[in-house]
């Protein structure tokens, strides 16, 4: 059964830092990779998609990189700001129905 | 606006009284889905739909219902909810079934408590 992995749960750093988000996957056997993020109280926010195919994607300050070999997937996020701050998830869709979530990890950038 | 809507957002009943969470998108989405998110445990399918009339469980079906009897609508139904069942709920939407090669969008949850 496919298990996805966060590292780590939670980081806290300062504004402007460059920081990297670890997503680690058991069976590379999937379709793409999402990236979403969400606010407390809220909804989650699509922020990349990474088909299986594909070996990063970005968007702004964000880059979203895939290994499929190795299972795992990174979020580089650039110039941290405040807004910033939220909980970010990576998801697999492996068999086109469903997305298998990771738990997450809490972000915290401090101005 | 493009949006995935759920009413309530927040929602306190007691233990078997029935309540229908609704989930509505205007995208013209083929998929519509439902989480359940627990801390600790992350976000857990209950019910998928590829399509109308076309429904399937998920990893965590047992005590909730759907239907999709339009594409747009999506209900969550508990016939008799207990308090295993307080959750944070999201209903989430995707052009296409397969989920190839669009995004997932997702509405802004609701907060289910069950005394």
């Known amino acids: 059964k496919q298990e996805v992995t966060q590292i780590p749960a939670a980081l806290s750093v300062p504004e402007g830092e460059n920081l990297v988000l670890n997503c680690s996957f058991t069976d590379s056997a999937i379709y793409n990779l999402q990236w979403f993020r969400q606010d407390p109280g809220k909804g989650l926010t699509s922020l990349l998609l990474?088909?299986?195919?594909?070996r990063e994607q970005t968007s702004g300050r964000l880059n979203a990189s895939l290994d499929k070999s190795s299972g795992r997937s990174t979020l580089y996020i650039a110039a941290s700001q405040p807004g910033d701050s939220a909980t970010y998830l990576c998801a697999l869709n492996q068999a086109g129905t469903a997305l298998i979530f990771g738990k997450g990890t809490t972000l915290s950038v401090s101005s | 606006e493009a949006q995935v809507t759920q009413n309530p957002r927040y929602l306190i009943t007691v233990t078997g009284k029935k309540l229908t969470v609704t989930c509505s998108q205007n995208m013209n989405h083929e998929y519509m889905s439902w989480y359940r998110q627990d801390p600790g445990l992350g976000l857990r399918q209950i019910y998928y739909?590829?399509?109308?009339?076309?429904?399937d469980k998920g990893d965590v079906p047992e005590g909730y219902k759907v239907s999709r009897k339009e594409k747009r609508n999506f209900p969550l139904i508990l016939e008799s909810p207990s308090p295993n069942q307080t959750s944070l709920y999201f209903c989430?939407?995707?052009?296409?079934?397969?989920?190839?090669?669009?995004?997932?969008?997702f509405g802004n949850g609701t907060r289910l408590t069950v005394t």
């Open positions: 990474i088909q299986s195919s594909q």
């Open positions: 739909s590829m399509n109308v009339e076309v429904t």
């Open positions: 989430a939407s995707s052009p296409r079934a397969g989920l190839n090669n669009s995004p997932l969008h």
